[in-house]
């Protein structure tokens, strides 16, 4: 048999082929950290000179804590627009970060496939891969 024209099947022996969803009782919480034009996130006093070198700013000062943001890279922010997106047209399966779907190759072997966005409702799914590129101005 001529295994070249075989498509690829999706793996439907663990029941985890998707992952990792968002779990419904975070997607307000998700959609929330998504919307925003920065990631952000808390570390030691002592760790921000460190992480002031790999670009991420002081936002606050606290006791324990300091917390800091830095501007999500353009394909990042696409994606996270996109994701918006449709959690604000009513779809309440969507995919978390680093998402992937397993999938059984013609040839017997498993694989994976890192999808930018999946999104299903009682009828639909979606499976989103973004492409983002700089404009330079001339």
């Known amino acids: 048999m001529d295994r070249t024209h075989v498509k690829p099947s999706i793996d439907e022996e663990g029941s985890n082929f998707l992952s990792p ?5 975070k ?3 998700e959609n929330r950290r998504r919307r925003k034009a920065y990631d952000e996130k808390s570390v030691h006093p002592v ?16 006791k324990r804590s300091t917390r800091l943001k830095r501007l999500k890279s353009h ?13 604000l047209m ?8 680093n998402f992937k779907i397993s999938f059984l190759r013609a040839d017997g072997s498993r694989g994976k496939k890192q999808v930018d ?6 009828e639909t799914v979606l499976v989103i891969e ?3 590129s700089v404009m330079s101005h001339k």
């Open 75 to 87: 394909d990042k922010l696409l994606e996270d627009r996109v994701w918006c997106l449709f959690y």
């Open 27 to 29: 997607l307000t919480s």
């Open 117 to 122: 966005v999946y999104a299903e409702d009682q």
């Open 47 to 62: 760790d921000v000179p460190e992480e002031t070198e790999k670009g991420w700013d002081v936002q606050r000062h606290g």
């Open 21 to 25: 969803l968002v779990e419904e009782t």
């Open 90 to 97: 009513g779809y309440r399966v969507l995919n978390d970060t």
């Open 130 to 132: 973004c492409k983002s």
